[in-house]
């Protein structure tokens, strides 16, 4: 395809751009050639026609002649080039709609990419070493061809041989410490020999068997001492082993021949034996002697907290031990225990929202009864630190064989060509500014490490052992590599616990260039995906262009990335990588700036001292953007509450060098937060942000590293319980009364394809009814058509975790013109619920999809999750004296199945019969009086009152449709308001799934869950205020988005100042799919710190 030609070829714009330009144009016969989005090497020919666009295909046959994809009665013409076709249909009545009159020239587009920094502008790539690290490639990563090996002896006039050349310089070398028998075995070597070894390389052996025997004679003396001292070393491992490991056998009889490969190996042996003893001196000198038989990872660690008596505060000191899987209840921090309860008894965490210190504590005694212990922290990262040691402990000690969760560390940095300092550890640990871990986690490793770097001047092999080097001197584990990646300066590495080594597979690697004209590599990005058992991972790292001015270039960057990088299955091809993975992490000198003008230098600069991040943020551009849907369209990103990341004198945190004088005068670079980490995830999917923060202690570049640490939900990989070659027939999905709205001016028919890993293959739909919608857009009816899908495994365990992805296509190009996902982790099943998702296509939105699921699964429940460990209680936020509902659904019932047993059965049953018991709360309560000395950490959005949450209703399947898993109805306000016979007076907590992208149900309005004692009964303060009728679903029309009203919030205490531009990107009215602050699950599994600065954008 040329890069360049006439004036009417686009080259690979987008469907959505090329409309736009030929609607720009407007003019019956205004035409245009782009490259085909479904067949490679193919175009498409698009012609405006009353205010439609017309698509015509443009094949190549095997003769590289290009024809138009006729219609019937057309005949087909062939033509060698694009020029003679585009003549030929100038004519009338050619077979096309009309002829081709107008061509759309190519837009003037910015390629000139400013340098940032001097360096960057070198216009050729480094010169980095070879990759010699094994790592697994992927199938999606293209390796290079070895260079040839140039013949070391070409002969030259002027030039000695190569065996002379070595002989100068041994003789130049001071040889007076070498043996006088090895000194005379490598100048017998260099004369001789070396000639042998050199024609062994020109037959294409790659065996060197005179060199081999020199190294054995040099390491003679080597080898025997290495056998001599292998075994006392073995022998100090196991008496400082706390536990024999299963790997330590017998060790094997030394071969008697000294060759090099054996010496490697038993060097190798007797490093490793060296650092494994010191790893095991530290863990026993750290537990003491009184535990011999365990090998601790995780030592115990103590929490200092209050608890109330008989109204009186005391302090407690609750001690959790990990690896023994106990929790400790002491009075004294030095004393005796006085309780303690193992794992399987704590039954469930439940966070206050309200007070972000405090945590209640459900355990299960010996007679069966369940307790309700809570427990005030020293703050909210104490407390949060204590639930992750708690989480451990429980996955540590599950029966299940494999995890539920997975805990993933993200780091960004642009390490401005300069080499890293001798200690990074405070990066991996997520110590520095902003939401940062505690101390108490330390100890607590990451499954995946992922570190992405930008303008990293060092070569792949240097750059991974500092990196494993610093994580073994934090975690005490030596990491696998799962994979590296490399374009130019920009940089990823993923590595991984040994014990899930064989829980990582199809790992794949890509890389897009962004440079100037998009093919030199000092921009761009690299990516990493793979699957981990039944969950798929991905991770882009990009440094994208520089400057403040060239916020748009940055977007354009952004969609080449997204439609150009090759990650993932290769079988969804109609989906970028946004919709390929479960979990899709996105990190990078993303170089967005804060939009000011540089005379208010001095003042960006005060406020940063002052931490006014807010005032700041509302003119961060990707803020802006984002906002705007222009780019990281349904991507989030956790609040920002540390300072800005760029561009610092180096090797000081405390001062800015936002001026640089060139020769085209002063060039100013701001303080801004150019490295981010974004993520997108499924709907309905475990995802929480633990932390998001930079280091200050690393200043060697002008860039800060940036770290975000998350909770990820994965699944294994199931087995089918009916057995190997049996055929589930029982599972069945069917999707009714579908449609899509498209905005389009395409004149085509449509169908649906749909993909799933549930599915053997994907399911096409036969062709949909057009219809003319409002705004111009255009409506697609699918009605009862739709083909019933059957899944491959059709027990609940498996089902309900698993995605449909939806793809609208053309009939007539076979191109995708929306994508979408639909989760099907449904509230019940045989019933018909309502669905929605968005339909996005190269990272713009393009149409909405609604319409009705009905599952058909087997017999069976969904088994408890590790994540569903953690609730967060929304408490009244007006101070109540006792803890009331909020809604008329129970989240916790909602979004688990019928039927579902366990640890949370009891604490449902808990709540009911001892809802009277509840000790109020309140504000001037003795027991909470340390609360105003600790920081305030704002509260996530998901989690403020209902009266907040219901500033935008969003989107829903149709206006006719009751959809309360979506909208919260306006009863039983923070005020306590009487309810009607509905009421569920029970605490709400629990899981609240993350809803992006959603399905609807309206069996759940109103339920009371079973064994209500409190059914009907008034509330504290009773009010008549009658509920508002916000349950109607709204249509999501853009032109409407801007003009909704929002009902009066209720007095509530002040929040913390927060950016215009975050309140709009929190309640912007333009969500098409998931804001999921209106939802009854507010926010599931997140935490609550600083979530009412999140930019949970669309």
Known sequence: MPAMGPGWNHGNITRSKAEELLSRAGKDGSFLVRASESIPRAYALCVLF????YTYRILPNEDDKFTVQASEGVPMRFFTKLDQLIEFYKKENMGLVTHLQYPVPLEEEDTIDEAEE???????????????????????????????????????VTRPSLSETLFQRLQSMDTSGLAEEHLKAIQDYLS??????????????????????????LCKELHGEVVRTLPSLESLQRLFDQQLSPGLRPRPQVPSEANPINMVAKLSQLTSLLSSIEDKVKALLHEGPESPNRRSLIPPVTFEVKSESLGIPQKMHLKVDVESGKLIIKKSKDGSEDKFYSHKKILQLIKSQKFLNKLVILVETEKEKILRKEYVFADS????????????????HSEQPEPDMITIFIG????????????????????????????????????????????????????????RHSLQEVTSMTFKTVAIHTLWNIRIVVLAKPEHENRISHICTDNVKTGIANTLGNKGAVGVSFMFNGTSLGFVNSHLTS???????????????????????????????????????????????????????????????????????????????????????????????FAPTYRFERLTRDKYAYTKQKATGMKYNLPSWCDRVLWKSYPLVHVVCQSYGSTSDIMTSDHSPVFATFEAGVTSQFVSKNGPGTVDSQGQIEFLACYATLKTKSQTKFYLEFHSSCLESFVKSQEGENEEGSEGELVVRFGETLPKLKPIISDPEYLLDQ??????KSSDSDESYGEGCIALHLETTETQLPIYTPLTHHGEMTGHFRGEIKLQTSQGKMREKLYDFVKTERDEASGMKCLKNLTSHDPVKQWEPAGRSGDLGKVEALLQEDLQLTKPEMFENPLYGSVSSFPKVVPRKEQESPKMLRKEPPPCPDPGISSPSILLPKVQEVEGVKGTSKQVPVPVFGPTPRMRSFTCSSSAEGRVPSGDKNQGKPKALASTQAPVPAKRPIKPSRSEMSQQTTPIPAPRPPLPVKSPAVLQLQHSKGRDYRDNTELPHHGKHRHEEGLLGRTAMQ
Request: aromatic share 8%; net charge neutral.
């Open 118 to 156: 001097d360096t960057e502008s070198v216009m050729s790539p480094p010169e980095l070493p070879p990759r010699n690290i094994p790592v697994s490639s992927g199938p999606c990563e293209a390796k290079d061809p070895p260079l040839p090996l140039e013949n070391p002896r070409t002969p030259e």
């Open 803 to 808: 995605h449909i992805l939806i793809s609208i």
């Open 192 to 217: 001789t020999q070396l000639a042998l070894d050199a024609d062994f390389l020109k037959t294409g052996s790659s065996n060197l068997p005179h060199l081999k025997k020199l190294t054995s004679l």
């Open 547 to 641: 400057g403040s001015e060239k916020k748009l270039r940055r977007n354009q960057n952004y969609m080449n990335i997204l439609r150009f990088l090759a990650l993932g299955d290769k079988k969804l091809s109609p989906f970028n990588i946004t919709h390929r993975f479960t979990h899709l992490f996105w990190l990078g000198d993303l170089n967005y700036r804060v939009e000011l003008p540089t005379w208010e230098a001095e003042t960006i600069i005060q406020k940063i001292k002052q931490q006014q991040y807010s005032d700041l943020l509302a003119h961060d551009q990707l803020l802006l953007e984002r906002k705007e849907q222009k780019v990281f369209l349904h991507f989030e990103e956790e609040e920002i509450t």
């Open 50 to 53: 009353r205010n439609c666009v």
């Open 381 to 396: 990262k104490k407390r949060e630190g204590f639930c992750q040691l708690l989480q451990q402990m429980k996955n540590k």
């Open 412 to 467: 960004t940095w642009n390490m401005g060509n300069a080499p890293p300092p001798k200690k990074i550890t405070s990066w991996f640990l997520s110590k520095g500014q902003g939401k940062t871990r505690d101390d108490s986690a330390d100890y607590i490793p990451h499954d995946i490490y992922v570190i992405g770097t930008q303008e990293d001047p060092l070569g792949e092999k240097e750059w991974l052992e500092i990196l």
